[in-house]
């Protein structure tokens, strides 16, 4: 009898892997968690975009001020331009304070870009280098955080947000995390 | 190889890229820049496909590339250097992945699979040695039909066919 | 018209498939002459339905009809000639096309050519061919389609990946499937073969060549790959265990070891089921090989997630053939009777050993392909399998294996002595010893496994050389007499014995090129000269060009050793018009020891070019070996114990042929 079961071994382990597949169908590989949800902001201060108003932002602003938004934006990127109505409807309710981290971007083109797109943010700050964006584990942008009044980030997204995201997701969130 | 790139450069955007290693990056020690080397080695390029951010025209790879280095300059060992890069971006960035309980399966998987056929073949062996009583009834059921005539006759083709 | 005359003979041949798939098994089961009878003309006829298909799509890209979908996407009107044609199956459809075409001509080959085949086996194996057949024809039919027309149709093509505008990369994806595809040959062998409950000599014989014919063309496939990848990526890489790699590694490893395997069903009548289950499984692999690669679940699930319908039929689809065929293993198997008989040690000793480790090596590589995958279905987070871990876990597999492979082909069938064996290889191992000292004295700030690495290469050459001097008995009769018993000596020997060979220098190369390189990476104003690895390499500036469909920036470096002119390597950077991505051509110099290796990069604002410099050892040692296992196979191809059955040959009556040598 053990001699049989030997034989059906290959069939039961094809099958396990199977179902891992099955489930796996699901899962888009290319989206990484982020290794610092429920961490600390890291540590930072920007200058604003060259030229530009407001006087940036750093993580002291983060703590203590509500629940805060962070949306790493360029102007070269596109699916940026696709996400940014969304980002600005969210600014306008008023539930979070957003800012707008722009990353490695010419100071005159993101400018010209806010003007274009309208800027909603509470306050931008320009990373040209970015090593701050590096700091939150960024990858790819867009990408957008959520921290709590504490400084603790509770949420990444990493792509441009879309409607359904926005309602199911992100205002839940920060609902939950608002004092 | 390098198609996953472009596929996902459609999805999110980086600046355009630049090359891998450039020698405005390249540390004056040797020693020290060996060691950036290996460390780059093993670390993945998170917006490729399993490359390392050293085989890697990605300008995050550029970036992490240089930050390694910096770390290095800075007096950091090998060892803080990676946890730095661990620490924002996950163990994802590990091309070596850590031995933990999530990756058991997947370090002692190759030694069981060897052991395991290992103890197949010695299984063999021994029920070789000790007779074939236990099959054979199931095997005498089922035994193959005999040949058919048609069959005799191409062994004996055969036969002709290798004879000297 | 032409799309549509290209989607109806892929639907009639669908058609026929499914008539192939169905009548001649049943015929077979019940004994029906007539109906099994079906199976040939219908084999021959989904061929030419499918050739008339793969013709329309080829047309369609030669006369670059963009309002055809596929077209739009992969090709342009400048693209140049073999890159339109090339261009039929870099993508996902037409690569499926492709895929068909040559399971329908080996499938008609089987038809044709297959009259020594015993009636019923003959008709499972076509029924089993054309079930697979089915499964494609239904995939590209439902989710797939290569001729979907598009409205409006586009002034113009996207154009092709320009990475794939390449004559390395346009032949590799054939070559692949090639042996791909070979394998289902033997993968329908065994399934006919575990319904019919007999596996013997003559089955092992049917399946060899097949598995052999698509081992050499996964071998050249691989290396194309690899080739390619070595020239094209601009810094000298050459294996990265990607996904993508493994997906046709794997195969080769399963491949490998049937080959093996079957060599023992064929000549000691044992391993049967085992035999059947490799065969079963390397098929599986070169299925998942197929689908992992173009539907993207390792590279970029965003293929399934705009298109789910394709996943859940790959995975249906992959679970009715390799789950349906492992349940038929499973049932049928265990009646397998095996006769042979045989010691640990001995020949079929040694071959199982290659079998366990081969088996092992590709089950690790789909360990750590899938891994992450599977890790990351039951919510374990992401993590990344690279090729440290791959190098790790395969390398101490290998060299255990490595060292056995001198030994093995000294052993006797059934029962062996191990000391003979060993003490016959004591130059083996002298020589061994001797290259090691060699290589530590040259490179003793390289890594130490580049030493080992070297020795074990020497250790299989010199082994497999005493092995054949034993088998001519050189040296201890006369030379005439060794001559005329290497004249007898059967082809299939010598191919075992020249594959060896071939996998020793192999082993060199690979050693050498990863162990020993010198990069040197710099920026160089013209007249800058730098010194790679006692060469001095003069850089005469760049200029600007135009290709077909590109721009170009070539550099000259003038290469000298000692004071003497080597070589002038033009190393380009291209910029393609349409897509407007950037490739690099490395320029090579190869010579007996090494690759002088230059790529020419940017510009920067000095004035100078950013330049890669590299001498990679050894690196034609690779390429060089491969071919040389390649043409091992081919020779064992050609040995006449594979063409039983056909009417004998007045000549070959007369010659002799050692049944027991060779393996």
């Given at each position: 009898?053990?001699?049989?079961?030997?034989?059906?071994?290959?069939?039961?382990?094809?099958?396990?892997?199977?179902?891992?597949?099955?489930?796996g169908l699901s899962k888009d590989p290319s989206i990484l968690p982020s290794a610092l949800i429920n961490k600390p902001i890291p540590e930072f201060s920007l200058p604003p975009i060259d030229g530009g108003p407001g006087k940036g932002f750093s993580s002291a602003d983060l703590r203590g001020n509500g629940v805060s938004v962070i949306n790493v934006f360029a102007s070269w990127c596109v699916p940026c331009r696709v996400e940014h109505p969304l980002i600005a409807r969210l600014a306008a309710l008023k539930v979070a304070t957003v800012y707008g981290l722009n990353f490695k971007d010419k100071p005159k083109k993101a400018l010209k870009w806010l003007q274009e797109m309208g800027d909603p943010y509470a306050a931008h700050g320009s990373d040209p280098k970015g090593r701050v964006a590096i700091d939150f584990g960024v990858y790819g942008i867009p990408e957008t955080f959520i921290i709590d009044n504490d400084g603790i980030i509770r949420y990444k997204y990493v792509g441009p947000i879309n409607p359904g995201r926005l309602e199911k997701e992100i205002l839940p969130i920060i609902k939950k995390f608002s004092p | 190889?390098?198609?996953?790139?472009?596929?996902?450069?459609?999805?999110?955007?980086?600046?355009?890229?630049?090359?891998?290693?450039?020698?405005?990056?390249?540390?004056?020690?040797?020693?020290?820049?060996?060691?950036?080397?290996?460390?780059?080695?093993?670390?993945?390029?998170?917006v490729c496909q399993n490359q390392s951010i050293d085989d890697s025209d990605a300008d995050l790879a550029k970036d992490l590339r240089i930050i390694v280095r910096e770390r290095l300059t800075a007096g950091d060992s090998d060892a803080q250097v990676v946890d730095f890069v661990v620490s924002r971006y996950g163990d994802y960035v590990l091309l070596k992945p850590p031995f933990k309980l999530a990756t058991l399966v997947l370090w002692l998987g190759p030694a069981a699979i060897a052991g395991g056929g290992l103890i197949a073949v010695l299984m063999f062996f021994r029920r070789r040695r000790t007779g074939e009583s236990a099959v054979q009834p199931a095997a005498v059921l089922t035994r193959p039909p005999p040949l058919s005539d048609e069959e005799n006759r191409r062994i004996e083709e055969l036969l002709k066919d290798d004879a000297p | 018209m032409t799309a549509e005359i290209g989607h109806f003979a892929l639907i009639l041949a669908l058609l026929i498939a499914t008539m192939q798939a169905t009548l001649p098994l049943i015929g077979a089961h019940k004994g029906y002459g007539s109906w099994m009878a079906t199976a040939r003309p219908a084999a021959v006829t989904q061929f030419g339905l499918v050739a008339i298909s793969f013709g329309c799509l080829t047309q369609l890209y030669l006369t670059s009809d963009f309002s055809v979908l596929n077209v739009v996407q992969n090709s342009h009107t400048a693209k140049p000639l073999i890159y339109k044609i090339a261009g039929v199956w870099a993508n996902h459809e037409g690569s499926l096309l492709l895929w068909v075409l040559i399971l329908s001509l080996f499938g008609s080959a089987v038809a044709v050519f297959g009259s020594n085949l015993p009636p019923r086996l003959r008709a499972r194996v076509l029924s089993v061919q054309a079930m697979i057949a089915v499964g494609f024809y239904l995939f590209m039919l439902l989710t797939s389609n290569p001729f979907e027309r598009v409205f409006p149709a586009p002034i113009n093509g996207q154009d092709l990946n320009p990475l794939l505008q390449d004559p390395g990369l346009a032949i590799h994806p054939p070559m692949l499937y090639l042996g791909y595809v070979g394998f289902s040959m033997a993968f329908s062998f065994a399934i006919a073969a575990l319904i019919e409950g007999r596996v013997d000599a003559a089955w092992a014989r049917w399946v060899r060549p097949w598995t052999l014919a698509a081992w050499c063309f996964l071998t050249g496939g691989i290396t194309l790959g690899s080739w390619w990848a070595y020239y094209e990526l601009g810094w000298g890489g050459w294996w990265f265990w990607d996904p993508v790699e493994n997906a046709s590694f794997m195969p080769w490893l399963a491949g490998t070891a049937l080959l093996h395997s079957s060599t023992v069903v064929e000549k000691r009548d044992t391993l049967k089921g085992w035999t059947i289950l490799l065969a079963i499984i390397t098929f599986s692999l070169s299925l998942l090989g197929t689908f992992l690669v173009r539907s993207g679940v390792l590279t970029s699930v965003h293929a399934f997630a705009t298109d789910p319908a394709r996943g859940v039929f790959i995975l249906a689809f992959l679970i009715i053939v390799i789950g349906g065929s492992l349940a038929l293993f499973a049932w049928r198997a265990p009646q397998l009777v095996s006769t042979g008989v045989f010691q640990p040690i001995s020949r079929e000793g040694a071959l199982l050993l290659n079998n366990l480790i081969m088996a092992t090596a590709a089950a690790a590589v789909l360990l750590g392909t899938l891994y992450p995958l599977l890790l990351d279905a039951i919510g374990g987070g992401k993590i990344s399998v690279g090729p440290p871990f791959f190098n790790a876990v395969f390398i101490p597999l290998m060299v255990p294996m490595i060292a056995a492979m001198a030994v093995g082909p000294m052993l006797s069938w059934k029962r062996a002595d191990l000391k003979p064996a060993l003490t016959r290889l004591w130059t083996a191992a002298l020589a061994a010893g001797a290259i090691m000292l060699a290589a530590w004295a040259l490179f003793a700030d390289g890594p130490v496994m580049g030493v080992l690495g070297i020795g074990l290469a020497g250790w299989l050459f010199?082994?497999?050389?005493?092995?054949?001097?034993?088998?001519?008995?050189?040296?201890?009769?006369?030379?005439?007499?060794?001559?005329?018993?290497?004249?007898?000596?059967?082809?299939?020997?010598?191919?075992?014995?020249?594959?060896?060979?071939?996998?020793?220098?192999?082993?060199?190369?690979?050693?050498?090129?990863?162990?020993?390189?010198?990069?040197?990476?710099?920026?160089?104003?013209?007249?800058?000269?730098?010194?790679?690895?006692?060469?001095?390499?003069?850089?005469?500036?760049?200029?600007?060009?135009?290709?077909?469909?590109?721009?170009?920036?070539?550099?000259?470096?003038?290469?000298?050793?000692?004071?003497?002119?080597?070589?002038?390597?033009?190393?380009?950077k291209r910029i393609y018009m349409v897509s407007k991505r950037q490739t690099t051509e490395a320029a090579i110099h190869t010579t007996f020891f090494g690759d002088l290796y230059a790529v020419v990069g940017d510009?920067?604002?000095?004035?100078?070019?950013?330049?890669?410099?590299?001498?990679?050892?050894?690196?034609?040692?690779?390429?060089?070996g491969v071919v040389i296992m390649v043409c091992a196979g081919c020779l064992s191809l050609t040995d006449r114990r594979h063409r039983i059955g056909a009417p004998a040959k007045s000549r070959a009556q007369g010659r002799v042929t050692a049944q027991t040598a060779g393996a």
């Open positions: 009898m053990a001699n049989r079961l030997v034989y059906i071994l290959p069939l039961m382990v094809f099958l396990i892997m199977a179902v891992y597949f099955a489930i | 190889m390098r198609k996953a790139l472009f596929a996902l450069a459609l999805v999110f955007a980086w600046p355009p890229p630049a090359w891998a290693v450039n020698p405005d990056e390249v540390l004056s020690d040797p020693v020290m820049e060996n060691r950036a080397r290996e460390i780059s080695r093993g670390l993945r390029c998170l | 010199i082994g497999t050389l005493v092995e054949l001097g034993g088998r001519l008995q050189l040296f201890k009769v006369p030379l005439s007499d060794s001559f005329s018993r290497l004249r007898r000596t059967p082809r299939a020997a010598w191919g075992m014995t020249l594959a060896h060979l071939g996998l020793a220098i192999t082993i060199a190369g690979m050693v050498g090129a990863g162990a020993w390189r010198t990069e040197s990476i710099q920026a160089m104003k013209p007249g800058d000269t730098v010194t790679v690895a006692g060469y001095e390499f003069t850089f005469d500036g760049a200029k600007d060009g135009k290709g077909p469909n590109y721009s170009i920036t070539e550099g000259t470096f003038r290469v000298f050793k000692g004071g003497k002119a080597v070589v002038t390597l033009n190393p380009e510009q920067d604002p000095s004035g100078a070019y950013v330049t890669r410099l590299y001498f990679n050892p050894l690196v034609a040692w690779m390429w060089g």
